[in-house]
């Protein structure tokens, strides 16, 4: 049996008042439309059809790595004439139908829907909601079967007080829906051929109609201005926040987390308040992240502490390292176990050996550092000549003062010392002093220079 998911794209958004398409707009860091794109693809054996319309151009570039077929709704006559723009595209199996502006269904509430749907029976995802304005309502007959849709705008005041709603998301066999899609008419208020009219059809050739619900009702807001965006966003992360504490991570607040990607924890993970988390982030078990560190595609080893406003992008640590304050790891850094970044530090394609610290004020980019290194403060590795990128390699336990610029390509061997305001442009070999800089000279006879003035009196 085939599934065949047809997504609907083609609205136009106009409430986001934006010129990119509602439906490529982010929620948690990624398109609506990736949401449900990859809730779809989690079904077995599914087939993906998006139907697109408004921004088309835009949408199918944005989808180019996606594995779906586009169907093109040149014009938006209604729900059901946009799936049936798909119709010959479709299996012979079931078909499910999915809103790109829909973000938060979960595969759980579509399998169940799913596994209603045969040629007696087909399935409709519901919702109760408190304030059903907008919606189209459920009608039931005296046994309680679902037997018909209306839309709001074509309600009477007596079907408007029904808090059943259609969510939109429904399913069915391609079968009855080849059977029933050339039979919508646009003859009702909006002009437009309703997909919600199939219910009354299929009602009145005795097709069974199975009604499910979500889990929540979350799942099923769609998104139509900023405002209903920013509110589902904060579902979508009270749900990252919950899950992680119910995995053993303590959350200093629930409120204040942003998960905009994967975020895998250890056990007895502490994170303090407004933090960001992007891409692929894992921390493992008792690694501490303190107050508004942003932490994108990294792995942070067990026992690690990244301290309060630290950003670190495609960095590598290993365990037990201290960041931070204020420390920013960019793409490449990787600290070997107990090496320790401090405040106002930059890293960039850098390799730390154990036990190697940068503790103030320093940018080491294309770098290796052997184990026990200490770099002191103020150090530059001046890795750009312009034109290229040059290598800093610096030996095991070696010492670079205050203030020394490294300007690569350079070697400072194993157990080396560089006198603090050295400008280091030669290699230093193991165990030697390098000190390269202007010597201090003292004139103690020397007289201040006094202005004009002073001298005459
Ligand atoms: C629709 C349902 C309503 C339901 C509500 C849930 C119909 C007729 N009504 O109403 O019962 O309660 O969703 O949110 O189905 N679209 C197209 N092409 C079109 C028209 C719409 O792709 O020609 C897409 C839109 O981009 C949107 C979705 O379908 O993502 C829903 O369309 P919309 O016009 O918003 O339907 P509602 O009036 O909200
Ligand atoms: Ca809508």
Partial sequence: MTLDVVILAAGQGTRMR??????????????????????????????????????????????????????????????????????????????????????????????????????????????????????????????????????????????????????????????????????????????????????????????????????SPGEVEGVNDRVQLARLERVFQAGEAERLMREGVALADPLRLDVRGELDCGRDVVIDVGCVFEGRVELADDVRVGPYCVIRDSLIGPGSVIEAHSVLEGASVEGDSRIGPFARLRPGTRLARGARIGNFVETKNADLGEGAKINHLSYVGDARLGRGVNIGAGTITCNYDGANKHLTEIGDSAFIGSNTALVAPVTVGEGATVGAGSTISRNVEAGALAVARGRQISKPDWVRPQKASKRDH
Wanted: net charge negative; aromatic share 4%.
């Fill in 18 to 215: 934006s010129t990119r398409p509602k439906v490529l707009h982010e929620l948690a860091g990624k398109a609506l439309i990736d949401h449900v794109i990859a809730t779809a693809s989690s079904l077995e054996d599914a087939r993906l059809h998006v139907v697109i319309g408004h921004g088309g151009d835009q949408v199918r570039e944005a989808l180019a790595d996606a594995e779906v077929n586009f169907v093109v709704q040149a014009e938006q006559k209604g729900t059901g004439h946009a799936v049936a723009q798909a119709l010959e595209g479709l299996g012979d199996g079931q078909v499910l139908v999915l809103y790109a502006d829909v973000p938060l269904i979960r595969r759980e509430t579509l399998t169940a829907l799913l596994e209603r749907v045969d040629e007696r029976c087909m399935g409709l995802l519901t919702v109760d909601l408190d304030d059903p304005a907008g919606y189209g309502r459920i009608k039931r007959d005296a046994d309680g079967e679902a037997v018909a849709i209306v839309e709001h705008k074509d309600a009477t005041a007596a079907e408007r007080t029904i808090r059943e709603c259609n969510t939109g998301i429904m399913a069915m066999t391609a079968l009855q829906l080849r059977r029933w899609l050339p039979r919508l008419s646009a003859d009702n208020v909006q002009g437009e051929y309703y997909l919600t009219d199939v219910i009354a059809m299929a009602a009145v050739e005795g097709t069974a109609i199975a009604t499910t619900q979500p889990g």
